[in-house]
């Protein structure tokens, strides 16, 4: 049984940090982080292969978000600055763990977190 348990949200001021992280219940492949606002579909932050050379991230989310991941490869983490009220979202990540082509936003998880709230005022 796979598990992924989100945690690390919260409520910030405007230009704030904060730091997501992902447990795995087992290191999977690819590890990525999503994010869905109220009325708004869900987007990709950004992912990470086990075996590669590191994340890959979605072009809206570029400069103040960083993923990166532990040495045992089964926690994942969204080190999250300069937030903006539009960052406001529930933050999911998500994961697979077969040897795939591309391990990115457009991929096809089929593991998922709870999501954890993510609320940045002004």
């Known amino acids: 049984q796979v598990q992924l348990a989100e945690s690390g949200g919260g409520s910030v001021q405007a230009g704030g940090s904060l730091r997501l992280s992902c447990a795995a219940s087992?290191?999977?492949?690819?590890m990525a982080w999503f994010r869905q606002a109220p009325g708004k579909e869900r987007e990709g932050v950004g992912a990470i292969y086990k075996h590669g050379d590191g994340p890959v991230y979605a072009d809206s989310v570029k400069g103040p978000f960083t993923i990166s991941q532990d040495n045992a490869k089964s926690t994942l983490y969204l080190q999250m600055n300069s937030l903006k009220p539009e960052d406001t979202a529930m933050y999911y990540c998500a994961a697979d763990y077969v040897v795939i082509i591309s391990c990115n936003t457009q991929h096809r998880y089929p593991y998922w977190g709870q999501g954890t709230q993510v609320t940045v005022s002004s």
């Open positions: 087992r290191s999977p492949s690819c």
